[in-house]
């Protein structure tokens, strides 16, 4: 049975650092990318972050770009969204999938976690 399991989210002020994680089972990590989206209430999901685990290629969306890091533990199958001088706009749900690559359709998704950041 395939898993994706996010953890992580939490309530934080404003210019502070959360660490999501998300391990994942039932499936060959090194095969496939894991990304991070996030949707906000009332808004559309929007991708954050992606992960190669093959090669370990990064892409982040310009709105994180220089406060979050993705990071992958090929040994644990667990991605990290390290997410820093986080801002009140950060606020959502976020998700992680996986996909055969980053920019390919995502095939398995976990549960979200939650993300409040207090201004």
């Known amino acids: 049975e395939v898993q994706l399991q996010a953890s992580g989210g939490g309530l934080v002020q404003a210019g502070g650092s959360l660490r999501l994680s998300c391990t994942a089972s039932?499936?060959?990590?090194?095969?496939?990318?894991i990304g991070w989206f996030l949707q906000a209430p009332g808004k559309e999901r929007e991708g954050v972050s992606c992960?190669?685990?093959?090669?370990?290629?990064?892409e982040y969306a310009s709105s994180v770009k220089g406060r979050f890091t993705i990071s992958s533990d090929k040994a644990k199958n667990t991605v990290y969204l390290q997410m820093n001088s986080l801002k009140p706009e950060d606020t959502a749900v976020y998700y992680c999938?996986?996909?055969?690559?980053?920019?390919?359709?995502?095939?398995?998704w976990g549960q979200g976690t939650q993300v409040t950041v207090s201004s």
């Open positions: 992960i190669s685990s093959s090669d370990g290629t990064t």
């Open positions: 039932g499936f060959t990590f090194s095969d496939y990318a």
């Open positions: 999938a996986a996909a055969k690559g980053c920019y390919v359709e995502f095939e398995y």
